[in-house]
């Protein structure tokens, strides 16, 4: 099973700064499985990115992802009030699927 | 637009089964290009993916409860289910249900949850 490790635990930051989220696996991640997830508290999870790198419906171009083999990166550019909120990872491999623990964006 | 509601009982004893059903509306479940699946998560803690089901019947769970879980489907309803049996504290979490889309981008295909429910939480105690 892979495992991913998401860092940091929480990022504290203002309004209008730039995030890097980070999402490491045990192993190699096959290509275009790996995913991005927003969380708001009492909320169901809400697709940011799949594939790597590719935004789902409606996610402004402020996402965006990137990475390969086993390090990957979401990048939120300029921060919005609406962005403070739990980000996941996850990966699917040989019939398993994965999450990472999550990192926590706070407003600073 | 697509929606998809947990059901179910929120209390279960311990070594009892916990039964959910999550009914999708506004879509069909029977598109072979999606799978259907459960994600839970315990109270203030991160996602577990339980397993997934396509329309065919083909399923994929979780290794860690495999041996505890089973996923159906019910075409004829829009709906599809959960039973994990022999329950115990540690399974008290809210319990999605989510659509897992293939989605394809310059001739590469990438799956991920791209509809969820709410949530349901199913609290395990005597």
């Known amino acids: 099973e892979i495992v991913l490790t998401q860092s940091p635990g929480t990022l504290s930051l203002s309004p209008g700064e730039r995030a890097t989220l980070s999402c490491r696996a045990s192993?190699?991640?096959?290509?275009?499985?790996l995913d991005w997830y927003q969380q708001k508290p009492g909320q169901a999870p809400r697709l940011l990115i799949y594939?790597?790198?590719n935004r789902a419906t409606g996610i402004p171009d402020r996402f965006s992802g990137s990475g390969s083999g086993t390090d990957f990166t979401l990048t939120i550019s300029r921060l919005e009030p609406e962005d403070f909120a739990m980000y996941y990872c996850?990966?699917?491999?040989?019939?398993?699927?994965?999450f990472g623990g999550g990192t926590k964006v706070e407003i600073k | 637009q697509l929606q998809l509601q947990e059901s179910g009982p929120g209390l279960v004893k311990p070594s009892e089964t916990l039964s959910l059903t999550c009914t999708v509306s506004?879509?069909?479940?029977?598109?072979?290009?999606?799978?259907w699946g459960w994600i839970r998560q315990p109270p203030g803690m991160g996602l577990e993916w339980i397993g997934s089901?396509?329309?065919?019947?083909?399923?994929y769970y979780n290794p860690s409860l495999k041996s505890r879980v089973t996923i159906s489907v019910d075409t004829s309803e829009n709906q599809f289910s959960l039973k994990v049996s022999s329950v115990t504290a540690a399974d008290t979490a809210v319990y999605h249900c989510?659509?897992?889309?293939?989605?394809?981008?310059?001739?590469?295909?990438?799956?991920?949850?791209?509809?969820w429910g709410q949530g349901i939480l199913v609290i395990v105690s005597s």
């Open positions: 989510a659509r897992r889309s293939g989605m394809t981008v310059a001739g590469r295909t990438s799956w991920a949850f791209d509809y």
């Open positions: 506004d879509g069909s479940i029977s598109s072979s290009t999606y799978y």
């Open positions: 089901i396509h329309h065919s019947g083909s399923t």
């Open positions: 192993q190699s991640v096959s290509s275009n499985y």
């Open positions: 594939g790597v790198s």
């Open positions: 996850d990966q699917y491999d040989s019939s398993s699927l994965t």
